[in-house]
């Protein structure tokens, strides 16, 4: 017998360029600050490199194509969320995002969670635009992502 989906799920909302994302707080590993970046040739503008955290090279991802962070925002300190990568990979089992200030914990259910899709085409890395109580958020497409980064390896 089936257990019944849990009514509520913890999420976090992590700052990442202009937009807020959107996942379970279990993707989450561990939340780091910036530190050597190696830089990746002829990588898309989404990806901002690689770095290093546990002895894994991490590929590390910037939701800036999405939205910007504003000009006039205040100066926060980079910092990342290294994700547990969902592809099931012995040699990418995480990825990086990086934000700028520190994710927010929030508990959901289905009432408070409101997909806000104009209709237009979603930038890549984006699974759908939501709203989240008063908070505009992305669910990102960790999958298309993770296949990409793998198409990626694998052309290397």
Not at 10 to 28: D, E, M, Q, T
Not at 52 to 66: A, K, Q
Not at 138 to 156: F, K, N, S, Y
Request: proline residues 9%.
């Amino acid at each position: 017998m089936s257990e019944p989906l849990p009514r509520e799920i913890r999420c976090v909302l992590i700052p990442s360029g202009g937009v807020r994302l959107l996942l379970p707080n279990a993707a989450v590993a561990e939340v780091i600050t910036l530190a050597g970046v190696e830089p990746v040739a002829d990588a898309p503008a989404w990806l901002a490199g690689r770095i290093e955290w546990r002895g894994w090279h991490i590929p590390l991802v910037s939701f800036d194509h999405v939205a910007k962070l504003a000009e006039d925002a205040p100066p926060q300190a980079a910092r990342v969320a290294v994700l547990k990568a969902i592809g099931n990979r012995a040699d990418m089992p995480y990825i990086a995002v990086l934000t700028h200030g520190f994710p927010r914990l929030t508990t959901l259910n289905a009432e408070l969670l409101l997909p806000t899709h104009d209709g237009h085409d979603l930038p890549f890395g984006v699974r759908a635009h939501v709203l989240v109580r008063d908070d505009t958020a992305v669910i990102p497409d960790l999958e298309g992502i993770e296949a990409t980064l793998v198409e990626m390896q694998e052309a290397a």
